[in-house]
Structures are given as structure tokens and as C-alpha cells.
């Protein structure tokens, strides 16, 4: 079992920074993957970032790339997503994910992950 729990959520206005932090516990040593997805209301769940745990390699879905940078910390087992330059259409919920499959997992497929945070609200105003 993985535990997740996002922070760093919150109000901000259109060109601002926000800064997301999820903490991973239990089995963290055996995580393959760990992402960031975000939901706004109305829409389906989408692929924001993520970062190959054994090797730290990032991932990025095309709305991600040029504003947000994903990055860990093994030591303390916890993701981060750096985002930058935040429109009105980032507002969502954004939730944390981890998998301990093995082997190749597609990153961007939110059936790929058993393990769910319980999402921070980002909202960005114009």
C-alpha cells in the first residue's frame, strides 16, 4: 500500500506560481511511477507531469511543457510540481497518483495507477 497527501493548493492569480507537494508513505520503495493529474469540473481526469521513480526521468503532457516542471525528492519520498505562468484553465483539482507495477506502465493512463492522493484545489482568477 501507498498513502499519498497533496498540499499546496490555492488561490492565485493568472501569471502567478504555485508550488504542489505530495508525500508518499508505506511502500514507497516499490513505486515505479509517480504523476500528477488534474480534473476541472465537468471534465475528465487529465495527465499533468510525472517522474519515473527509479531514475528520476520527468514526463510531460503538452499543457505542461514550457510552465510546469515535476521533480522528487527520494529521501523523502515526495513529488512536487512546479507550475508557472498559471492561466484560468489550469483551475482543477489536481491529485497525486503512484504505481508499483512493474515493468512498462503508460504514464499518461490513469488506469496505470492503484494509488490515489485526495487532490488540492488550484484555482487561478483572471
Known amino acids: 500500500q501507498v498513502q499519498l497527501v497533496e498540499s499546496g493548493g490555492g488561490l492565485v492569480q493568472a501569471g502567478g506560481s504555485l508550488r504542489l507537494s505530495c508525500a508518499a508513505s508505506?511502500?514507497?520503495?516499490?513505486?515505479?511511477?509517480m504523476t500528477w493529474f488534474r480534473q476541472a469540473p465537468g471534465k475528465e481526469r487529465e495527465f499533468v507531469a510525472g517522474?519515473?521513480?527509479?531514475?528520476?526521468?520527468?514526463y510531460y503532457a503538452d499543457l505542461a511543457k514550457g510552465r510546469f516542471t515535476v521533480s522528487r525528492d527520494n529521501a523523502g519520498a515526495t513529488l512536487y510540481l512546479q507550475m508557472n505562468s498559471l492561466k484560468p484553465e489550469d483551475t482543477a483539482v489536481y491529485y497525486c497518483?503512484?504505481?508499483?507495477?512493474?515493468?512498462?506502465?503508460?504514464?499518461?493512463?490513469?488506469?496505470?495507477?492503484?494509488?490515489w492522493g485526495q487532490g488540492t484545489q488550484v484555482t487561478v482568477s483572471s
Open positions: 497518483a503512484a504505481t508499483i507495477r512493474s515493468g512498462y506502465v503508460p504514464v499518461s493512463v490513469k488506469s496505470s495507477y492503484d494509488y
Open positions: 508505506g511502500r514507497t520503495f516499490s513505486m515505479n511511477l
Open positions: 517522474v519515473s521513480w527509479r531514475d528520476g526521468s520527468p
